[in-house]
């Protein structure tokens, strides 16, 4: 080791023996210590590079195969091979391998390059500092020696590599304020390759900087210091913008994800400071034959008019007001140079380019739209080509809509004159007209307009400024909507004016309620309006009242959506009241719209009852209502609803022997049709089926006979009368839905109310549908008695115990969520007056789902069933805690609760979550039975806080977070001495999954300590678990 060393003299050192033990001590010890660890570390790198080449071989291969190979077998093992190779720590240094230079296979580069940026948005955190400078050091080298792509811009997996860079320093306090200078001294150069390269890296920057914060909720890392340096980014950007058109592309749209930062750029800003970028922008707006160069301008300008980046309020300073009106006539020059007038007036549909430009201009006028409506007169000319926009095909007159609405903001006097009804008078004609069908339309199937367009312009876009146009105008608007009325129009003009009426109608009827006097008494303008209102709706509901409904769908669609719609203000006329019930149903008969039809009827009979309730007239509207309610060639949920529609008439009936003798002929076609279906179920076998099967009808593959196609033809045959079955059930429940306002005078007993009587006389078909249905039956059946309930109360206590065993053997059978809404119904209503009965039917539901949970392999199947399940847990605790705390099996149902603490579905998670806080914490009428609760805590304590640990780390999606700690909360209060240790257990359980948590570490023990100890406020302790959660979900370090 010393060979070669020289000998030294020292004066006063010891002899020549000590001296040589002296050298190796003062200085071949270190000497070789550092040779040592020099050459170990050498070794330690080699191994390292070794490892990386072997591992980014065995990933350069299954790539191989996963893309190449003919093999289904070989891509699947491929596949499962890489997904588990992607979450090692080995997958950083294969991929940083494969993302070299050396690598020529470009696809192999950015399927490397893909992968870290995966790991870098999902395992950056688990990175320490110095694996995080190396990892961000090879990116970049890696990025700028990949070849570029055409043009000179970046290729794929350079591009890749930005993003991934981008995501990086996204995440790292600092990195992104570097990354953002080493890219602005590579734009210095102003060549077209570094500078491609420039661009990429600054607009992914800043797209994931705000994709970080979105995904988080808070201020990324990141973000600090970009503010400071968006104006050198800008001039970079103006400076590279003229060397191609790919390059003024990457431009725009590095400079569209610098606007939505957020970091101080405005139109006024970048009108003062960039000019010649701003001017870039607009000037590609108008490119020709450059559909991607029209795009990233328009979207560049979208974000840039944004509400946070260029306010413009009527009071902006001179500045901005200059930005605007020079963007408003530069937008005047294009608009010339697009020929935005002649290609909208043709009515031929707009290219790319023309939306584009119309899209920046309407966001534009949008955005500046206060000082528009105070102008003197240098922004009208914008205004006329919103006009024109509003004029142009559906998509284009869309964008010029929230234009016309932000003018309303501006009081009519502080207007400029021509923004006033002259302007609403060009409106009301252009939009009217564009909810007009062509005179040639026939059908959606034929017609050159998207059916879903059309409606949605109509309704979401035009009606709102229709509206504007009948408040400024009054009745001029309204003499217009009489004009479409008047002579022969043809039918698409006629439906229009019904559309506009029906669409205006709240605000019609808000004109029609208001004072028609002004503060002298005297009539005033509201008046005229509401004379004007009034008669056109005379005019147009006499019409409809004689007419027979025929022709176009769209027409009787439009009526009778207009008569549901002023269904209040008919019942002022009796005639046209009953004429229009006539209109209806012949509607519904003639099968040209009967859903709206139905609905129609169904609002005249709400609003009507009072007048039609006589005994004669609804004994004479009655049977054919009755006929179209049984008819199968109707959609059973218009039957329904004329059902229930001719249920609120009955309700009003005059006497209760009325009331009784129009149910009876409302359910008795129902009950015989029952009869004559039900023999053609078979009976159930009673056994128990899984709740997993009880939404599900059989398929005749287990237990039917013969052959497929029979068992096939045999289930469709028993599908198709339950579901016929179903319906009848529904319309006797439909029957008795509003029975509840008969009233049964002179003290009579309940046994006389109507709906009691009627049940009688279908009880023995509802027991019978109760033996034989299939699910669909179940609920129908359990939905009709819940409403018997709610209908006659107390009333029913003689059918209760018949119903209760019905519902229990029912749920037994065939678990469906209709028997926990029934008897979460009936603990609430008799709780009190049937606890035995009630109590043996709550018993066999928590056996029954406890069982379940217990032994399936799929808890999560059945979300709505265990949803209701533990509402009705949590109802009964509220109104009857007794009955479920003196239940044998309550320690099952806490089991069964707390295994459902960690499940990812939301709503019977945060169901069980409501359920076992309340249990635990108790409420005055459940002390008596702390005992249960106590008991529960004690023995299953423990398991229940693992779960919800389990949930606030990593098992809970985000919506349940809040509830877990609360139940987190209850617990540590309910037992506040074994909470610790509780903890300490569940942090130590290795199939825990902690997620980025260090098992033992500070985070851990703080958590421990903060969650176990008392807190003074209920936020403390959120603030302690939210972190907590936070921290193991990769969100906070």
Wanted: glycine fraction near 8%.
């Amino acid at each position: 080791t010393f060979r070669g060393v020289p000998r030294v003299s020292i004066p006063g050192a010891p002899s020549s023996a000590w001296s040589k033990h002296w050298l190796l001590l003062a200085w071949g010890v270190p000497t070789l210590a550092l040779v040592v660890r020099r050459r170990a570390g050498q070794h330690t790198a080699s191994r390292k590079r070794m490892a990386h080449a072997a591992h980014a071989t065995n990933l350069r291969q299954a790539y191989a195969l996963l893309t190449a190979s003919s093999s289904e077998a070989e891509r699947r093992a491929a596949n499962e091979w890489l997904v588990g190779f992607a979450k090692t720590a080995e997958a950083w240094g294969a991929a940083e391998e494969l993302v070299r230079p050396s690598e020529a296979a470009e696809e192999v580069a950015f399927f490397a390059a893909n992968l870290l940026y995966s790991k870098i948005k999902t395992e950056w955190h688990t990175l320490a500092d110095a694996p995080r400078r190396q990892l961000r050091d090879a990116l970049w080298s890696a990025a700028c020696g990949r070849p570029s792509g055409g043009e000179g811009q970046p290729g794929p997996a350079a591009r890749r590599l930005c993003l991934a860079l981008a995501a990086a320093a996204a995440r790292t306090e600092g990195l992104a304020e570097e990354s953002t200078r080493l890219a602005l001294s590579l734009a210095a150069a102003a060549d077209a390759v570094q500078g491609g390269l420039a661009v990429e890296l600054l607009g992914a920057l800043a797209n994931e900087v705000v994709a970080e914060e979105e995904a988080t909720g808070a201020a990324s890392p990141g973000r600090s210091g970009l503010r400071a340096l968006a104006p050198a980014v800008l001039c970079a950007l103006q400076a590279l913008a003229p060397l191609s058109s790919s390059m003024c592309i990457g431009c725009l749209r590095a400079l569209q994800a610098w606007l939505a930062l957020n970091a101080g750029s405005s139109l006024a800003s970048l009108y003062a400071g960039q000019g010649p970028l701003l001017a870039a922008t607009l000037n590609a707006l108008a490119a020709v034959n450059n559909e991607p160069l029209n795009l990233a301008a328009a979207d560049a300008l979208g974000e840039l008019l944004t509400s946070t980046n260029s306010p413009l309020p009527a009071s902006a300073p001179r500045g901005a007001r200059d930005a605007a009106e020079a963007v408003a006539a530069q937008f005047g020059v294009l608009a010339r140079e697009v020929r935005l007038a002649e290609l909208l007036m043709s009515g031929e549909p707009a290219d790319d380019r023309l939306f584009y430009f119309c899209r920046a201009l309407c966001a534009f006028a949008e955005r500046c739209v206060d000082l528009v409506a105070v102008t003197e007169g240098s922004l009208l000319p914008l205004v006329e080509l919103l006009l024109l926009c509003a004029g142009g095909e559906l998509r284009v007159a869309e964008l010029s809509i929230d234009f016309w609405v932000g003018l309303q903001d501006t009081a009519v006097a502080q207007r400029h004159e021509r923004l006033r009804a002259p302007l609403y008078r060009r409106l009301a004609t252009l939009l009217l007209d564009k909810c007009t069908l062509p005179a040639e339309f026939t059908s959606w199937d034929e017609a050159a307009e998207d059916e879903e367009e059309f409606r949605r312009f109509r309704e979401q876009s035009a009606l709102e400024v229709l509206g504007a146009c009948l408040s400024l105008l009054a009745c001029e608007f309204v003499g217009q909507l009489q004009a479409m009325l008047q002579g022969s129009p043809p039918w698409q003009k006629l439906e229009a004016a019904l559309f506009v009426l029906r669409g205006l109608h709240v605000q019609i009827k808000g004109a029609l309620r208001g004072s028609a006097a002004d503060g002298e008494g005297r009539p005033s303008a509201a008046a005229e309006l509401q004379a004007a209102l009034n008669q056109l709706l005379g005019f147009v509901f006499g019409q409809l009242a004689a007419w027979r409904p025929s022709g176009a769908t769209l027409l009787v669609e439009s009526a009778m959506r207009l008569v549901g719609a002023f269904a209040k203000w008919l019942q002022r006329d009796e005639a046209l009241l009953r004429g229009c019930l006539r209109l209806v149903l012949e509607a519904v008969q003639a099968g040209g719209a009967p859903e709206h039809a139905a609905e129609a009827f169904r609002a005249l009979c709400i609003h009507g009852r009072r007048r039609l309730a006589s005994a004669a007239y609804l004994s004479e509207l009655v049977g054919p209502c009755t006929a179209l309610a049984g008819s199968a060639a109707l959609a059973s949920s218009v039957r329904l609803t004329l059902q229930e529609a001719l249920a609120r008439l009955v309700g009003a009936a005059p006497s209760p022997a009325e009331a009784e003798q129009l149910l009876h002929a409302l359910v008795r076609a129902p009950c015989e049709q029952l009869a004559a279906l039900l023999p053609h179920l078979p009976p159930s076998d009673g056994a128990s089926v899984p709740p997993e099967t009880a939404p599900r009808a059989s398929d005749g593959s287990d237990g039917s006979r013969g052959s497929g196609g029979e068992a096939a033809a045999t289930a469709a045959s028993t599908q198709g009368v339950e579901e016929a079955v179903a319906t009848q059930l529904a319309l006797i429940g439909a029957a008795i839905r509003f029975s509840d306002t008969i009233q049964v005078g002179g003290g009579g007993s309940c046994a006389a109310h109507p709906v009691f009587a009627v049940l009688s006389y279908c009880w023995p078909l509802l027991q019978d549908a109760s033996r034989r249905g299939g699910p669909s039956v179940l609920q129908a059946l359990l939905e009709l008695h819940g409403r018997a309930m709610g209908c006659l109360g107390g009333g029913l206590a003689p059918l209760l115990p018949s119903i209760l065993e019905q519902i229990g053997t029912t749920f037994c059978r065939r678990p469906v969520v209709g028997a926990l809404e029934c008897l979460t119904q009936a603990i609430e209503l008799y709780g009190e007056s049937h606890e035995a009965p009630l109590s043996d039917t709550l018993e066999k539901f928590v056996d029954a789902v406890c069982g379940w949970l217990a032994s399936t392999a799929a808890p999560e199947a059945e979300p709505e069933l265990l949803s209701a399940f533990f509402e009705l847990c949590h109802r009964c605790l509220v109104f009857r805690p007794q009955l479920l705390l003196s239940l044998p099996c309550v320690a099952s149902l806490f089991d069964a609760a707390a295994a459902c603490v960690a499940h990812q579905e939301f709503q019977h998670t945060r169901a069980a979550i409501t359920f076992l806080c309340l249990f635990l914490s108790g409420t005055d009428a459940a002390n008596l039975y702390r005992e249960s609760a106590a008991h529960c805590l004690q023995r299953s304590g423990g398991t229940l806080l693992r779960y919800c640990v389990q949930g606030l780390a990593s098992a809970s999606p985000a919506n349940l977070v809040d509830h877990q700690i609360e139940l987190l909360r209850v617990i540590a209060e309910s037992a506040p001495t074994a909470v610790h240790g509780w903890l300490v257990a569940a942090l130590a359980d290795p199939g825990l999954d902690l997620g980025a948590l260090p098992r033992q570490g500070a985070a851990a023990e703080a958590f421990v300590r903060g969650a176990a100890q008392q807190h003074a406020t209920v936020a403390a302790f959120h603030c302690v678990a939210s972190e907590f959660s936070r921290v193991c979900r990769g969100k906070a370090r």
